[in-house]
């Protein structure tokens, strides 16, 4: 295996890539980005950027209902 290089600066897009590689796993990687991504970008901005890597389409709720419209009070 190749040895690991250390990165100082990377482009979102380069750092979902490194968090997704399906052929190196990185759990400290992993750990350390989902620590400090709010850093630069918002939770929502994460998960549609793993939405492209994965090559769904963006997911939008067409309305928001209250949860107690849908909980039972009996």
Not at 7 to 17: D, G, P, S, Y
Not at 25 to 46: C, E, H, N, V
């Amino acid at each position: 295996p190749r040895p690991l290089t250390l990165r100082q600066a990377a482009t979102v897009h380069k750092l979902i890539e490194r968090l997704t590689f399906e052929k190196f796993i990185d759990i400290r990687f992993q750990g350390k980005f989902l620590l400090t991504f709010r850093a630069f970008m918002t939770p929502s901005a994460l998960f549609e950027e793993l939405l492209r890597r994965c090559g769904a389409a963006p997911f939008r709720l067409a309305h928001t209902t209250s949860l107690s419209a849908h909980t039972d009070t009996a």
